[in-house]
């Protein structure tokens, strides 16, 4: 495989709570800035169409990340209005269960029990996405991630907003420019995060935390993600007369790609 295993500081059980808010704020509107959502909408609107489902499953939710703006793209969609979204995640946010179980009218709730990816049979009923997430999966979890789709016989959308196509020793030699250019983005992005709280203020600008652990996650995620040839090796074996695997680059509405995709789909 060409990906590797580094590490990311959100692998971490200590990594504080509210300092992943913080940096998932700062990856949504990136996300927002390169048109991920649209991107995402799409693509999941056509399973749900095509399976007649109602309800998101997000596996390994984390901090929101960006299925609740996809949602709101989802219910602009004709046919798509009713669409609701149940976020879950191995270790459950404690603020993010506060902030989106309050409001039932947005059609999003987190699940309060712990959800691990790999026993898709505990998850609730309806299509399961992995967004930017599946990059953290060793190759054995990640297998048996894709394993229990098939054989609990789910719908399940896996996507990565970035690719990894550039050679390692490519990436090791601009890792320095790469970790200083995400910096500089940080101090830019920040006055646009909402709510801006003083944690993201004081430990973006004062006392540097947020940009120094979110320029080496960016860039560390990349030689991370599986690659189409390495899903390929991930999904051998896989795939049978009832159960089918499609991959590929994600696509903008202006022919730009966006990412790579991994769907798996009873028949």
């Given at each position: 495989?060409?990906?590797?295993?580094?590490?990311?500081?959100?692998?971490?059980?200590?990594?504080?709570?509210?300092?992943?808010?913080?940096?998932?704020?700062?990856?949504?509107?990136?996300?927002?800035?390169?048109?991920?959502?649209?991107?995402?909408?799409?693509?999941?609107?056509?399973?749900?169409?095509?399976?007649?489902?109602?309800?998101?499953?997000?596996?390994?939710?984390?901090?929101?990340?960006?299925?609740?703006?996809?949602?709101?793209?989802?219910?602009?969609?004709?046919?798509?209005?009713?669409?609701?979204l149940t976020m879950t995640d191995l270790y459950p946010s404690g603020e993010m269960l506060?902030?989106?179980?309050?409001?039932?009218?947005?059609?999003?709730?987190?699940?309060?029990?712990?959800?691990?990816?790999?026993?898709?049979?505990?998850?609730?009923?309806?299509?399961?996405?992995?967004?930017?997430?599946?990059?953290?999966?060793?190759?054995?979890?990640?297998?048996?991630?894709?394993?229990?789709?098939?054989?609990?016989?789910?719908?399940?959308?896996?996507?990565?907003?970035?690719?990894?196509?550039?050679?390692?020793?490519?990436?090791?030699?601009?890792?320095?420019?790469?970790?200083?250019?995400?910096?500089?983005?940080?101090?830019?992005?920040?006055?646009?995060?909402?709510?801006?709280?003083?944690?993201?203020?004081?430990?973006?600008?004062l006392i540097p935390i947020i940009p120094i652990c979110y320029a080496w996650d960016g860039?560390?995620?990349?030689?991370?993600?599986?690659?189409?040839?390495?899903?390929?090796?991930?999904?051998?074996?896989?795939?049978?007369?009832?159960?089918?695997?499609?991959?590929?680059?994600?696509?903008?509405?202006?022919?730009?790609?966006?990412?790579?995709?991994?769907?798996?789909?009873?028949?």
């Amino acid at each position: 495989m060409k990906r590797i295993q580094l590490f990311e500081f959100e692998d971490f059980g200590w990594f504080p709570d509210w300092l992943r808010v913080c940096m998932t704020h700062l990856i949504v509107i990136l996300q927002r800035m390169i048109g991920v959502p649209e991107v995402l909408a799409r693509l999941i609107a056509d399973i749900l169409k095509k399976k007649n489902l109602s309800t998101i499953v997000d596996l390994g939710s984390g901090s929101g990340g960006a299925m609740p703006e996809v949602l709101e793209v989802l219910h602009k969609i004709e046919g798509l209005g009713h669409v609701t979204l149940t976020m879950t995640d191995l270790y459950p946010s404690g603020e993010m269960l506060k902030k989106f179980n309050e409001n039932a009218i947005d059609k999003i709730n987190y699940l309060e029990t712990s959800l691990d990816a790999t026993n898709i049979a505990k998850a609730p009923i309806g299509l399961k996405t992995m967004v930017n997430s599946f990059h953290h999966m060793p190759p054995k979890k990640a297998r048996a991630i894709l394993e229990s789709a098939q054989r609990n016989n789910q719908p399940i959308l896996i996507y990565e907003m970035g690719e990894n196509n550039i050679p390692l020793l490519i990436w090791w030699l601009l890792l320095p420019l790469s970790l200083i250019i995400l910096i500089i983005m940080v101090l830019f992005m920040t006055p646009f995060v909402k709510p801006l709280t003083w944690r993201q203020i004081v430990f973006t600008y004062l006392i540097p935390i947020i940009p120094i652990c979110y320029a080496w996650d960016g860039q560390a995620s990349l030689p991370r993600i599986y690659t189409l040839n390495d899903l390929d090796q991930l999904l051998d074996g896989l795939g049978s007369g009832k159960y089918i695997w499609e991959k590929g680059q994600a696509i903008k509405k202006n022919g730009k790609k966006q990412g790579t995709y991994l769907i798996g789909l009873p028949l």
